[in-house]
């Protein structure tokens, strides 16, 4: 039994310890930091998702660390990447220097979706719609997002 108790106090005071010094090198707060900069390296790809999914995950992470409006511009630039990327990978011809061409022709079609988007936003609340291959991924968890707050709405007010 003596044994037992200074092992579990060796334990808690190596386990204070160990927070201590991880608190003193700031490794508590890193959590949030490699979130942070995950959450900002997935901008090109969440950006176009729907105004509601962004919304929501902006909600649910914080606005410190998911901001759903700079991700949405940020797609608008590298929409204009993948769109001549996808362009040139269709083009039979693409080696033969047609590739500006190809590229020409992406930036347009993004600049042109670029102006889709704004011109389909809703501007009270300043929130940009989704590109065109972003809305049909965000179509199912839309789908799951009303089913979710349906359910919860219910219980809410007792109705089964």
């Not at 901001?67 to 990978?89: D, E, H, M, Q, R």
């Not at 979706?113 to 809305?135: M, N, P, Q, T, Y």
Request: proline share 2%.
């Amino acid at each position: 039994m003596a044994s037992e108790k200074s092992s579990e106090n060796i334990g808690e005071k190596m386990t204070l310890e160990m927070y201590e010094f991880g608190k003193s090198l700031g490794i508590r707060g890193a959590k949030k930091n490699i979130g942070s900069i995950l959450t900002k390296a997935s901008y090109p790809l969440t950006g176009n998702l729907s105004a509601l999914v962004r919304d929501r995950m902006e909600n649910y992470l914080g606005g410190e660390i998911f901001k759903s409006t700079p991700a949405a511009v940020l797609s608008f630039f590298t929409n204009s990447l993948l769109y001549s990327g996808a362009i040139a990978g269709l083009s039979p011809n693409y080696l033969d220097g047609s590739l500006r061409k190809c590229f020409s022709v992406g930036l347009i079609l993004a600049a042109l979706e670029s102006f889709i988007r704004v011109g389909l936003s809703d501007e009270k609340r300043k929130r940009i719609s989704a590109s065109l291959l972003g809305k049909l991924v965000s179509l199912p968890i839309e789908a799951g997002i009303g089913i979710y707050d349906g359910i919860k709405s219910r219980r809410s007010t007792g109705e089964k």
